[in-house]
């Protein structure tokens, strides 16, 4: 069986929980340790992308929520007066 050595970079970090990273602390050396690793890699990829996902379709929701929230005010606050309110708002 071949070894290999390289330098192990920690990419689940940011996107695995803190117990995922474990098996990622030595660097495989045989095939079948390359093998789990890559499954473990493609499942925190996975993770992260349905994560990014829903975050990214919530945050859509919230620009559209305060688009409406704004036409709202809008039309309360009155001619003219619509910049200063929102400076006021954001002050």
């Not at 940011?14 to 990622?24: E, F, H, Q, Y």
């Not at 030595?26 to 975050?55: F, G």
């Not at 929230?69 to 309110?85: E, F, I, Q, R, S």
Request: charged content about 25%; aromatic content about 4%; overall charge negative.
């Amino acid at each position: 069986m071949t070894t290999v050595e390289h330098e192990v970079v920690d990419a689940t970090a940011v996107v695995a929980p803190r117990n995922d990273t474990a098996s990622l602390t030595e660097p495989p050396k045989t095939l079948d340790e390359y093998a789990k690793a890559i499954l473990e890699a493609h499942q925190c990829v996975d993770r992260a992308d349905n994560l990014s996902k829903r975050h990214g379709r919530e945050a859509i929701a919230a620009a559209l929520k305060a688009g409406q929230y704004l036409n709202a005010a809008k039309v309360l606050v009155g001619h003219g007066n619509w910049l200063p309110w929102l400076k006021e708002i954001r002050a």
